[in-house]
T-cell receptor, first 114, second 110 residues
Framework: GAVVSQHPSRVICKSGTSVKIECRSL??????MFWYRQFPKQSLMLMAT?????????EQGVEKDKFLINHASLTLSTLTVTSAHPEDSSFYIC??????????FGDGTRLSIL | KQEVTQIPAALSVPEGENLVLNCSFT??????LQWFRQDPGKGLTSLLL?????REQTSGRLNASLDKSSGRSTLYIAASQPGDSATYLC?????????FGKGTRLSVIA
């Protein structure tokens, strides 16, 4: 089946650090990738959608300069949290889809900013 | 804008009980509906996917139904086990990425 690999699974770093999270589709071409954020005991909230080779489309309230998304190939998207602060601590999950097929999800990244 | 609601928010049952989790959505123009399981601190495990043209899907002890016209889906779990304890998320796909409900936290007590 379709596999999405997300790395790293956990990051702990100091305030002010920039953190990069990678999301890879291992056995299909991810024409569209999605980044979600989940706070404790809350649902997944969509942050942005990106199509390969295009700029990401951000949801309302998500700072594009804070959360940089790159989708340069059909198998890789990255999310960079720039100058992270404690309020950016959260669980980030990527998802990928080929054409109009169902979305497949990575295992998530737990980001903790001290 | 699509909104997904799940009831109850939390549920605790003794082992062996059959149970029903509910999901409702506001926009019936969906392509499919999915049920996921999420263990604490972990990612999502897809349980069942129902296409908009389907009425139900079954996998083992799980059965999910879809009534698109009324904007409702149910997840039925038969003979619950402690290993079923997790958060169950309902998500709908329309002309947008998957929209998730807040989930139902299930605890099955041995």
């Amino acid at each position: 089946g379709a596999v999405v690999s997300q790395h790293p699974s956990r990051v702990i770093c100091k305030s002010g650090t920039s953190v990069k999270i990678e999301c890879r589709s291992l056995d299909f071409q991810a024409t569209t990738m999605f980044w979600y954020r989940q706070f404790p005991k809350q649902s997944l909230m969509l942050m942005a959608t990106s199509n390969e080779g295009s700029k990401a489309t951000y949801e309302q309230g998500v700072e594009k300069d804070k959360f940089l998304i790159n989708h340069a190939s059909l198998t890789l998207s990255t999310l960079t949290v720039t100058s992270a602060h404690p309020e950016d601590s959260s669980f980030y999950i990527c998802s990928a889809r080929e054409a109009d097929q169902p979305q497949h999800f990575g295992d998530g990244t737990r980001l903790s900013i001290l | 804008k699509q909104e997904v609601t799940q009831i109850p928010a939390a549920l605790s049952v003794p082992e062996g009980e059959n149970l029903v989790l509910n999901c409702s959505f506001t926009d019936s123009a969906i392509y499919n509906l999915q049920w996921f399981r999420q263990d604490p601190g972990k990612g999502l495990t897809s349980l069942l996917l129902i296409q908009s043209s389907q009425r139900e899907q079954t996998s083992g002890r799980l059965n999910a139904s879809l009534d698109k016209s009324s904007g409702r889906s149910t997840l039925y779990i038969a003979a619950s086990q402690p290993g079923d304890s997790a958060t169950y998320l309902c998500a709908v796909a329309g002309n947008t990425p998957l929209v998730f409900g807040k989930g139902t936290r299930l605890s099955v007590i041995a």
